[in-house]
């Protein structure tokens, strides 16, 4: 089956800093989205991609599609005490009768103020 | 609030027993996914409904699992006889009918199995 992998598993950084994580497929997706969960909690939509190359901000974040279609990116910059948790990938096939998600592990990233 | 909500938030039940949780999608969202996740995981694919059709059902959901949308709104997931292994988080969410694909998820209900 599908399989993300998703890199780094953690990070440790200082409050100012920029952030990088990155998400690979073994398979072709449609869309791509990045989630932020913190404990306890369900996953919070930050961007969703939609076509290869797409290159989309919300924010200090930074998302983009690669071109390939079977990456994406997601940048967070000048982070700040609350951007701690744990960050998620989703792909997305559309198609058929089937929208659902294919996560990766996620990313914990804590940020030392 | 109109998000995504799921009610309980936390259930604690003895093995073998039978729950049930609830899960009200965003007003006018037609599509509604349940997922699970367990601890150092993202969020596993259980089923799909489209309005009141139960489209997908992932091969996670044994037979011990149900989930319905009677009314194509509020949806109910059942799990009988449950085991240890059933611990988790299970995870709402919805999306519109549309070409968006965004799906926006409920905080979920944290089951526990003693």
């Known amino acids: 089956g599908q399989q993300l992998n998703q890199s780094p598993q953690s990070m440790f950084i200082q409050e100012g800093e920029d952030v990088s994580m990155n998400c690979t497929s073994s398979?072709?997706?449609?869309?791509w989205l990045w989630y932020k969960q913190d404990p306890g909690e369900g996953p919070v939509l930050l961007i969703a991609l939609y076509k290869a190359g797409e290159l989309t901000s919300n924010g200090r974040l930074t998302a983009q599609f690669g071109i390939t279609r079977k990456d994406s990116f997601l940048n967070i910059s000048a982070s700040i005490p609350s951007d701690v948790g744990i960050y998620f990938c989703?792909?997305?096939?559309?198609?058929?009768?089937?929208?659902?998600?294919?996560f990766g592990k996620g990313t914990l990233l804590t940020v030392n103020p | 609030d109109t998000g995504v909500s799921q009610n309980p938030r936390h259930k604690i039940t003895k093995r073998g027993q039978n729950v049930t949780f609830r899960c009200d999608p965003i007003s006018e969202h037609n599509r509604l996914y349940w997922y699970r996740q367990t601890l150092g995981q993202g969020p596993e694919f259980l089923t799909y409904f489209q309005n009141e059709a139960q489209l997908e059902k992932s091969r996670l959901l044994s037979d011990r699992f149900s989930a319905e949308r009677p009314k194509g709104s509020f949806s109910t997931l059942e799990i009988q006889r449950t085991e240890q292994g059933d611990s988790a988080m299970y995870l709402c969410?919805?999306?519109?009918?549309?070409?968006?694909?965004?799906?926006?998820f409920g905080p979920g209900t944290r089951l526990t199995v003693t």
């Open positions: 989703a792909g997305q096939i559309i198609g058929g009768s089937n929208y659902k998600l294919t």
């Open positions: 969410a919805s999306s519109s009918g549309g070409a968006s694909s965004e799906q926006y």
């Open positions: 398979s072709i997706f449609n869309t």
